[in-house]
């Protein structure tokens, strides 16, 4: 995956941007992403309907990947069946 492509879920809503990638496939509501949205929606999996919000970024616990949300949906994000969590914002130094 290459920084700067779009990618869409075939089981719901989601779409997302690559910031930072790697060669995995990517999963959004327990079916694979691509460039194009199926004509047939997948079937969304329960295990992975936790949901995604516009505007935040999805890492791996590696670091490896790491996705802009840019439309949000019902599935999750995942790589490898490991759901990938919302990043954290880094604190800022205190100005005491």
């Known amino acids: 995956m290459k920084p700067g492509t779009r990618l869409k879920s075939a089981a719901c809503d989601t779409e997302v941007m690559v910031i930072r990638g790697a060669d995995v496939a990517v999963m959004c509501g327990g079916a694979p ?54 990043k954290e914002a880094k604190t800022l130094p205190s100005s005491d």
């Open 33 to 86: 992403m691509g460039d194009a949205k199926p004509d047939a929606p997948a079937e969304l999996d329960a295990g992975f309907a936790e949901g995604t919000q516009m505007g935040k970024r999805y890492v791996d616990e590696a670091g490896r990947v790491e996705l802009l949300c840019v439309k949000a949906g019902k599935g999750s994000l995942s790589i490898d069946g490991e759901v990938l969590r919302p």
